[in-house]
Every structure is written in C-alpha cells, then in structure tokens.
C-alpha cells in the first residue's frame, strides 16, 4: 500500500501496489470534468475512489461509485472515509446490474484494451479487469450511460484516441452526442494517443475540438 498526492489538490489516497493506480489519465480526466455544486455523480469503475475525490472538490451532490471487485470498493470507501467526505454511496457489482437512479453526471476511466489486444495482457487478475474489457465494453458502458444519466446529463470519459470512431458511433446510438473532445498526446510523440471527451444526453450535434493536450512526462 501506498500513500499518494492527487495532482492539483491538497488531497492523499491509499493505493495497492496490486491494483490498477491512479495514473496520468485519472489526473487528466478528474481535472477535464466540470461539475456543479449539488449535481450528483456517478463513477463507474471506480477502483480506489480517485475521481470521486476529484468531484467531491466541486460538488456537495451525492457521489456513487460502482465497482465490479470488492477490493477496490472497500479502497475506495477507505479514501473518501479519510478525506472526511460523507455524501457517497459505494457498490460491490456489475454496472450493468446496479441499480441507481439516473444522475447529473458520470464520470469513467474504463478499460482501454479489448480483450482479444495480448499484447497489453496484465498477469494481475486486478489489473486485467480494469485495463481489458472483461466486464466492461465499451457498447456496454455506452449503453449503462444512457440509461443512469440524466436527460441533458454529462458524460465524461477518457480513452485512447485509436478509439475514437467507437467511442462516436456507440455513443451516438445510445442517444449520447459528443460536445468537447481534447486529444492528449505525449511531448516526445508526434501523434495523439488519448482522447478527453466531454458528452450529453440528448444534446445536439455540435462538438467543439478543444486545442491538444500536451503531455511532459
């Protein structure tokens, strides 16, 4: 176990050393959301409660997160717990069998790699499931998105950026339209290789690509 800074807050998590960590992405994203005070949100895939920490800077909404192993669950809960933050509920379960009221907003770091990709396999089953889509595909997260957010809710989620016609077509299926997209790319790279994207329920086509992201490691 370790004792980690939350880039950009004042705030400290536990994390397995087992576990998928909190990583550049995680940072990028809980910076990228824009929540208001009150609105609820929801974190699927939670791990160990990073982007709910995050959230909890900017709302006094009810923070759920959802999380298929009950290790990283009860990391999460250890996190919020000693960051003296009340106002959460977390759940042991599959997403697509939880059962929450639709929120105001919902955030996710999903598993980037399909399952057939051997060549990001992870021989810890913990870090497997977070980083293969296991449990977790990304028609399947599209889907739980639209039925757990609100109408005109926003959706949040970062990704690889070789995903981004997927991340479009299912998305826009589930009635979900793309509004900012921010493409993260790597000083020492010549091309991007994720994707920031902010998305709402029922909103209009209309997507602004916002200037990229630079990374210096």
Excluded: W
């Excluded at 005070?37 to 997160?65: C, M």
């Excluded at 960051?83 to 105001?104: G, K, M, S, T």
């Excluded at 992870?122 to 977790?136: G, M």
């Amino acid at each position: 176990m370790t004792y980690d800074y939350l880039p950009n807050t004042s705030i400290y998590l536990h994390q397995r050393k087992d576990m998928f960590r909190m990583n550049t992405d995680t940072a990028l994203l809980g910076q990228f959301m824009k929540i208001k005070d009150n609105e609820s949100v929801l974190d699927i895939g939670t791990n160990n409660g990073a982007l709910l920490l995050y959230a909890s800077l900017q709302t006094k909404g009810k923070l759920i997160g959802v999380d298929v192993q009950e290790e990283a669950i009860e990391l999460a809960r250890q996190n919020l717990m000693d960051n003296h933050i009340e106002n959460f509920e977390l759940i042991a379960c599959d997403i697509q069998e939880a059962d929450i009221e639709p929120v105001d907003v919902i955030v996710c770091n999903p598993p980037y790699f399909k399952v057939n990709d051997d060549k990001q396999t992870n021989v810890s089953l913990y870090k497997r499931i977070a980083r293969h889509e296991c449990y977790l595909t990304l028609e399947v997260l599209c889907a739980c998105v639209s039925r757990l957010l609100k109408e005109n809710g926003r959706f949040y989620l970062v990704h690889r950026s070789d995903r981004l016609t997927d991340i479009c077509v299912l998305l826009r299926e589930a009635g979900i339209e793309i509004k900012k997209v921010q493409f993260l790319r790597d000083i020492e790279n010549e091309n991007a290789h994720g994707i920031l994207v902010e998305a709402v329920k029922g909103g209009k086509a209309h997507c602004t690509v916002l200037k990229e992201k630079i990374i210096q490691r």
